[in-house]
């Protein structure tokens, strides 16, 4: 199948690509399928957020493809689940997210550091059927930056082995990440089976 992926995020563009690819489908951009959308994303919750992307941009499909879209975010455990659905705007970049991030916990003991990514996936198919999943990652907010690979908040998580997101190669985080974990069940519903768990 192939899936427009409802954003302007070119990280995620290369994310949904790559683990999508895995499971035989086709990604297209905006851009290539000729779309210009940026819609807001004014909901109270990643479902709401994903399902608004991915609706904006079905709409201008006309049924053509399949649209695909995610909101995705870092909750934190001593920071009440912040930046959960505001992640992406905490700050203003990839860089000025990460820097409030750390000045937020400050001298916060690593056993107190522990955070998970959020994903829910909203996939809409060209008869209109609206498909959730959703994936989470646990793991720990480092004290600095590591790493050169992903974005967002990839170089201060550390979620498998003491590596952070950024640290790890595509293949191993697409293995263990949330958004694979979300897609991968988004696949598994496409092919048919059932009983996936969809948890939030």
Known sequence: MTFVVATNNAGKVREFERILSMHGHRC??????GIDCKP???????????EIKARAVFDKCAGK???????SGLCVDALDGAPGIFSARYAGDDAANCRR???ELGDTPWQDRGAEFRCCICAILPDGEVIFTHGRTRGTIGFEARGENGFGYDPLFYGYNNFTFAEMTNERKNNISHRARALGKLSFILRGVKHIKTEK
Do not use: H, P, W
Not at 28 to 33: P, R
Not at 65 to 71: F, G, H, I
């Open 40 to 50: 807001k994303e004014s909901g109270s919750s990643f479902d709401e957020n994903a």
């Open 101 to 103: 991030l750390l000045a």
């Open 65 to 71: 493809y399949a649209v695909v879209a995610d909101d």
């Open 28 to 33: 297209i951009t905006l851009d290539e399928a």
